[in-house]
């Protein structure tokens, strides 16, 4: 909670009398909760333009030659105190970024302008604008569908740690839909069902009208769909849940962690097979419509999917892939 400051209270004696709570005039009734408002909006513009001066610095000083890269370091450690804990870290990790990629990719520093965009730099020979962040879970791709609309701006988000390494270079490029023009093509990964080899296949999927494109199918030895390690994880457990019933007790079968255990497993292996930033993993189910009959359909379950586009990923699709 915000601590009531020196002005709040003067302001609270001044109108403790009168048609709106004093004697004041209403004119000069002005809700304490506009003023803390208007502090904290100070003290935010302040703090942005700290960071922003300091950026500034820092790369000025870090571009002049050998010297200058060490007493950009050693700069940043000074500003250290001026600096909230966030900005220290975004700014470690974006001067360690530039001294270790800026010549991979002919890095140039951009200016803190909202676009969210830290650097623009080339990826095979096509201009990026680099967003470099040491967690991913604060992105949300709905932040950079406006630049990427009006300016076809192609963004990367460059996860790293605080030395500036990269620890995964995420492509955010997703086409709009070509049959709505509404939704974005999300990468998604179908892990198709198999004995000893089964398939997974990449599609690009639509969140708004679910019009899908298969882009790549590969095939793999003993690499399950999650309907069949549910299964399977669930036989296995079969006798230890039927012995905990026996003798009062109330087993649990965790299904979230047995398919967060799965993601974890095949998520590196697929991002490498399809050399893709996969935002979601999906099966192939069967929903039931007519318990008598046995009648139903086919669908795409989503399984996993990844926090910076889960606002485009569906839970369910009605696609039925083979």
Known sequence: MLKKSNAESELRKTVKSGPCGGSAPQNLCIPVSNVVSKEVRTKNIGQIEVFTNVRRILFATFNKGMKGQIDAFEYLEEYK???TPQSYTGLKAELGFYRNYRRVYQLTPALDCGDHTDFTGLVSNEIFRFDVTTNVDYKELKNYEPFQKDSNAKYKIAVVDISGNIKELIDINFPFCPECGQGRMIDT???LPGELVSDQALIGVCNNCEYFEEQNRISTHFLSDFNTK?????EYERDKMEYQLSVGQNPVFDTTKIVQSHVDMILP???KQ????????CDISYKLTNPKDGDGFNYL????????AEDYILDEYDIDLE
Do not use: G, P, Q, T
């Open 230 to 234: 549910i299964s399977n994880a669930f």
């Open 81 to 83: 105190k001026k600096l």
């Open 274 to 281: 399809f050399d893709k930033s996969i935002m979601a993993l």
């Open 189 to 191: 990964v179908v892990l």
């Open 301 to 308: 379950k989503v399984w996993w999917r990844e926090k910076l």
């Open 269 to 271: 292996y697929l991002h």
